[in-house]
């Protein structure tokens, strides 16, 4: 049954404040067949027939604006929202929503990889599974609540403090998977709670100051703390002892850092951020120029290791339209990232039993030092700068161009033997058209990259003359030993990328609209790696009668990569 | 995708939209030519027989082929300058044509009736 309710509206003559109420009771049946968990990922498909009902209030008295706005559909899908300017001294708006996720379940029935004999038939050990919370539904709600409030400093006029706040929340469970021993041999799949959150606290201040004909400025600064943390138990694994699969027993002791016994998997850890933001825009009317910074200072700490990583980063843009016609801009920036060094320490066991019986692995392989310092890849020192100008070359016809620089030096990642840097130079060129009832663009762009991220010792060289088979595996050549034979750099980020893009909006006639747009991507690299997309769209808008309109809109999306393939190739 | 909107009367507007989409994504077969001259010798004689490399199957465990529909039919009817009564109805159908790790076709239905009701 519908329920209808009303409110009785105030005479704005009488009292000066005036209401705008709406209200939208309802009803909503839902159903589904199979799996929900794609046809209606982010929907609460509960069976049935349900109420919901939403709000709608906005107004104003003597010395306040207000609004306010509510629904209500399921108990994980409902959101509210808020606003009052007082006295326009005061304002603060707040919003709260939540809403549902439902996640996959893998049932890991795939993982039936095993051995075969001469003839072709599987022969055990297999790989094998374990899905301990087999049927189990994965879902997810989130929620978001954030608030800002903002106070104008009445004897500082321009001037205003605030504090914002937010906090995302997300409860439920999905599927932990982890491996047990030599590889994928085992794997396990189990519920995990998810219990997590992210908190924001941001106050701040901002002015604007100045002569507004002349020389006119706003500056502000805002401190960031962030908090994340997830409080759902951590799932535990029984994972298994590490025989020989063979037959020969407990010969991998040294080998491994645990086994036989329960742990926890799927550690998430708790992390806080500290930032600083100061930022400063000038405008300079006489001289038409546009000039802006902003420097940030921010720690972010790793609760469950202390590991921090410390970012340091300052901008300056400049845009300067004293020429007629001509908006030229400049833009540099310099970043600057610490991260902690990582003392990667291994729990040394001695052999329980074969032929490396009551040593360790190291000292059977004084080559092998399991222990060491991981300097960060992350830590670098990147300056970049722009230069782009745009032209009216006509009436209707704008010429737009840009050059951008960008160097990333790391403290320690090659990413070719002895260099650490790569080098980005793009170039773009495009041109602009607009008129009342057309308008578009095409632009090309062109990027060279040396030296793009990659792993300098990806693979073997295919030459195959690496590969050393011995008739006793377990004392032949040992998987360090292979590792080390790497030498092939291999890096699936290009080092050129060509890029076209066009649109265009046509109002044909007051009845007929159409729209378009292209865009077309080739990256390559000097590593066998080459990628290649297209995506063009288009939107047909027709009226026929005043009373009667159709959209149609097409888009295809086509993307190919070739790359290498590395198999390994090694009896262990 | 198609969309139209219709009023037939002065108080009545219906309004109707139909969303399709198909992707598709696939790997070339892997073929490994030439495996004993890649390696230096034959695994079969080095005591490596019961490793196959053959990954001619390989391809087809990433392949996806996915097809998703999306239908609403919708009406709104002025009963009054400020009451409006709203009616919906919205399909979805989601069809994986190649799973593999599991089947996540399925289909939603989901049916709706509001009065929006005001004061100015």
Redesign the interface.
């Known amino acids: 049954m519908?329920c209808?309710s009303?409110?009785?509206?105030q005479d704005a003559e009488k009292s000066e404040s005036t209401?705008?109420?709406?209200?939208?009771?309802?009803?909503?049946?839902?159903?589904?067949?199979?799996?929900?968990?794609?046809?209606?990922e982010y929907?609460q498909?509960e069976r049935g027939i349900r109420p919901?009902v939403?709000i709608?209030l906005d107004g104003q008295t003597k010395h306040s604006y207000f609004e306010l706005q509510g629904f209500y559909y399921e108990d994980m899908d409902n959101s509210l929202s808020a606003y009052i300017d007082l006295l326009r001294i005061l304002d603060l708006e707040f919003s709260y929503f939540r809403m549902p996720h439902f996640l996959?379940?893998?049932?890991l029935?795939?993982l039936d990889a095993c051995?075969?004999?001469?003839g072709?038939a599987p022969?055990p050990p297999v790989t094998e599974f374990e899905d301990f919370n087999a049927g189990d539904e994965y879902f997810l709600r989130y929620s978001r609540m954030e608030s800002k409030t903002t106070v104008r400093v009445p004897f500082l006029p321009g001037s205003e403090v605030f504090f914002d706040y937010r906090k995302e929340q997300r409860h439920g469970y999905r599927q932990a998977t982890t491996l047990s021993k030599c590889s994928s041999c085992h794997v396990a799949g189990k519920s995990r709670e998810i219990n997590e959150y992210t908190e924001d606290f941001n106050p701040g201040f901002r002015s604007k100051f100045g002569d507004k004909a002349t020389a006119w400025f706003t500056l502000s600064y805002d401190y960031l703390k962030r908090r994340f943390g997830e409080t759902g138990e951590d799932p535990q694994n029984l994972y298994n002892p590490a025989v020989h699969p063979g037959g020969s027993g407990d010969v991998f002791t040294n080998r491994i850092q645990y086994q036989d016994e329960m742990l926890p998997y799927n550690v998430v850890p708790s992390s806080e951020k500290d930032a600083h933001t100061i930022k400063l825009h000038g405008q300079f009317p006489t001289i038409t120029t546009d000039v802006y910074t902003n420097y940030v200072n921010s720690s972010t700490k790793n609760m469950h290791e202390q590991n921090k990583s410390d970012l340091e980063s300052f901008v300056a843009r400049i845009t300067n339209a004293l020429v007629p016609g001509l908006i030229v801009s400049g833009k540099f920036r310099v970043l600057d990232i610490e991260n902690d060094d990582v003392f990667v320490r291994v729990n040394e066991r001695v052999g329980t039993a074969g032929p490396q019986a009551g040593q360790t692995y190291s000292q059977v392989y004084p080559d092998f030092d399991p222990e060491f310092y991981r300097k960060s890849a992350m830590s670098r020192t990147v300056y970049d700068s722009e230069l782009s100008a745009r032209y009216k070359l006509r009436k209707y016809l704008t010429l737009d161009g840009k050059f951008k620089w960008k160097s990333t030096d790391r403290d320690y990642y090659e990413v070719e033997p002895g260099d650490t840097s790569t080098d980005e130079y793009t170039g773009r060129i495009g041109l602009i058209y607009r008129r009342s009832n057309i308008n578009g663009y095409l632009y090309y762009q062109r990027e060279s990259i040396s030296n793009p991220f990659a792993n300098p010792q990806a693979a073997c060289n295919?030459s195959?003359?690496n590969?050393v088979?011995d008739?006793t595996?377990f004392n032949g050549l040992q998987y360090f030993q292979f590792y080390n034979m790497r030498e092939q750099t291999l890096s699936n980020l290009p080092d050129t990328r060509d890029q076209i893009k066009a649109s265009f909006s046509w109002i044909i006639s007051p009845m007929v609209s159409l729209n378009g747009y292209y865009r077309y991507i080739s990256e390559s690299n000097d590593f066998e790696w080459d990628q290649k997309s297209h995506v063009p769209s288009v939107s047909l808008w027709i009226a026929p009668a005043p009373?009667?309109?159709?959209?149609?809109?097409?888009l295809y999306n086509y993307q190919k990569t070739d790359s290498i393939?590395c198999?390994p190739?090694f009896?262990g | 995708m198609v969309a139209a909107n219709h009023k037939p009367t002065s108080k009545l507007n219906l309004s109707l939209s139909v969303a399709y989409s198909d992707s598709k994504a696939e790997m070339d077969m892997i073929t490994f030519d030439d495996i004993n001259g890649q390696l230096g010798f034959d695994p079969s004689t080095r005591g490596m027989s019961m490793y196959d490399y053959d990954f001619t199957g390989v391809h087809e465990y990433s392949r996806l082929d996915i097809k998703k529909w999306d239908m609403s039919l919708g009406a709104e009817y002025r009963l009054s300058s400020t009451a409006f009564l709203h009616a919906g109805i919205n399909y979805i159908d989601y069809d994986e044509d190649a799973p593999y790790l599991a089947d996540e076709s399925g289909s939603a239905y989901i049916a709706m009736l509001n009065l929006t009701y005001w004061f100015k």
Do not use: C, M
């Open positions: 519908l209808i009303q409110v009785t509206a209401y705008d109420l709406q209200i939208n009771p309802g009803l909503h049946w839902t159903d589904w067949d199979d799996y929900r968990g794609k046809a209606g929907e498909l919901d939403g709608s996959e379940h893998d049932p029935t795939n051995f075969r004999d001469g072709g022969v295919p195959g003359t590969l088979p008739a595996p009373d009667l309109y159709f959209t149609f809109y097409y393939i198999e190739v009896n």
